[in-house]
Each structure stands twice: as C-alpha cells, then as structure tokens.
C-alpha cells in the first residue's frame, strides 16, 4: 500500500510540475480587441472584442467553452474609422475552445469552418516539429513546422513561448502562450489575402489590464476601463510645437502617444514628471488620438495638431 501510495504521490508532483509552466490560454476576464484593415488604410473590417463567458458545452463527447464577442461601432456614421464604442449586446462566434494544460494543448470546434474538432495550437512542439492540424495549414495545403521557438515580453514584463513557423511566399507566422495567434485567436498564423488585402491585428487585456499589444489601439469612447479620474490633462488643445501633460500626484510615470487614424504610432513619450513638456513639432498637421497609458489605466482623446 506504501509503495502505491508513493508511486501516486510521485505521479502527483511530476504532473503538477508539467502544468505548473504552462500559462492558460482561456480565462475569464480576458479580452481580445480583434480587427483587420483593408488596403487603403482607411476603415476595418470585422472588429469585435472577443470573450469567454466562462460557460460550457458539450460536443461531440468534448467539454469547450464558450466564447462571445461585442462588435465594434463607429461613433460616427459611415465606414468603420475611429473613435469607436464597444456595442452592449454580444454575439456568439460560432467557434468553441477546449484547453488541455497537462498536453499543452488548445483544440477548436468552429462550426463555420470544420465540422469536427481541430488542433488550434500545441505548446509542446520543439523546433523542427510539425502542427498536424487542417486547421491551421500553409497557403499552399502544407502543414506549418516549427522553425524556432524564443520569448516575448508581454506588457507586464513577463515572458512567454513564442512559436515560429516557417516562411510560406515570404510571410511567417507564430502563435504565442497564453496569447494566441499572430492574427488573433481563431484566426491563421499565417498572413493571407482578400481582394483588398486584409490583414489581422489584435490586443490582448486581463481585466481592464493591457497585457499583450501586437500592435494595439483603442479609439474607444464610454468605456468603464478607460477611466478618467484623477484627471491627466494636456493643453493647448488644439496644439503646436509643443504640449504640456500634467500627471496628479496619484501617478508618476506614464507613457504618451500620438497615433494616427489609421492606428500608427506616430509619437512616443515617457512621462516621469509632473509637468512634461512635449515637442510635437515633427508630427504633421492634423487630426490624431493622443493615448496616456499608466500602469492602471488609459486615458485617450483627439487632438489637433496644426
């Protein structure tokens, strides 16, 4: 009986210590900002905030869990361009995840796009291995082989398996622990095209918390997580050659952007003063988002720059 009782202790820790390292893809409370922009650079296609509820379903014999998104909504009318709202009213996806954390494993059922279960990404695989899975397939009908695996910094600082796959018509793809795909969550690793050429990108936060920006922006306005109080402020307004950002005393470091409205990056700062005095005078005339992001939340508007 001791030896048994051993032998299943043992069993215990060594399987324990296997789950230990591996960072869980589906959570509650985490979201992922998912969207694509055509190639004129000038509105999105398909975004949405994507979720899980943190219910299950039962297919095929598999328990998944549920996943639902809220679409983006222009705040003003026409094609879909910043600033935007998140809709109150969710939608389901159509697609359902099970995750298997002792394999490393994460599957997929998505209705519209298989009919049975899928392998959607595999966290054991060494450099050299093949993802076998008609899910997630090269644009030529080839399956993708793991070219190198490195770490990524996610915004907090903490490190994660990035896994790489090899190029395919120049382009590569990679998906990460607890992250995803390098185009989303249920979308190919590897890049691909409409008519239009669109292309994937998406963000990634933990409870209001920004964890993962590949890139990321938020052009959002009446949303609870992008609080307000204490009041950064940033005059003049419209502005040139130079702006001045005042931090409250709550806060003492931050990072400010200026971003276009195409989502590019067009200005960074870090912000360790109570008043920061910022040139501006290399960014072009016109209309921008400005972001403040400290390490509790974001602050962000439009401002002008002539």
């Known amino acids: 009986m001791k030896k048994i009782i051993s032998t299943f202790c043992l069993t215990f820790l060594i399987l324990n210590s296997f789950s230990q390292d591996y960072h869980r893809l589906i959570k509650v409370g985490k979201d992922w900002d998912v969207w694509s922009e055509n190639t004129l650079n000038v509105f999105l296609d398909g975004a949405a905030r994507i979720y899980f509820t943190g219910n299950d379903t039962l297919i095929d014999g ?9 679409p983006y909504r222009p705040v003003n009318p026409g094609f879909l361009v910043p600033p935007f709202y998140i809709d109150t009213t969710s939608y389901p996806t159509g ?83 607890e992250i995803g795909g390098s185009r989303g969550l249920f979308t190919s690793y590897i890049p691909f095209y409409f008519d239009n050429e669109i292309y994937g990108y998406f ?23 992008l609080r307000t109080d204490p009041k950064i402020t940033i005059i003049p307004n419209p502005a040139s050659g130079m702006v001045n950002v005042t931090l409250p005393r709550e806060i003492s470091t931050a990072i400010f952007k200026i971003i276009n409205l195409n989502g590019k990056e067009i200005l960074r700062q870090e912000l360790d003063e109570p008043n920061n005095k910022i040139q ?9 988002i400005y972001q403040i992001q400290t ?6 508007d439009k401002i002008i720059i002539f």
Do not use: W
């Open 203 to 225: 963000c990634i936060t933990d409870n209001n918390t920004l964890i993962y920006n590949g890139p990321c922006f938020a052009f959002f306005v009446g949303m609870d997580n």
């Open 280 to 288: 501006i005078s290399s960014v072009y005339p016109g209309l921008y």
């Open 62 to 70: 598999h328990v998944y869990q549920v996943s639902r998104q809220y």
């Open 95 to 177: 697609q359902f995840i099970r995750e298997d954390t002792l394999l490393k494993k994460v599957y997929i059922y998505a209705n519209e796009l298989t009919p049975h279960d899928q392998l959607l990404y595999d966290f054991s695989l060494s450099v050299g291995d093949t993802l076998h899975s008609d899910y997630a397939t090269n644009p030529d009908g080839t399956h993708i082989v793991v070219s190198s695996i490195d770490l990524v910094a996610l915004q907090t600082g903490d490190l994660r398996k990035r896994f790489n796959f090899n190029e395919t018509g120049g382009f590569y793809g990679y998906y990460v622990e």
């Open 295 to 300: 390490s509790q939340r974001l602050q962000q």
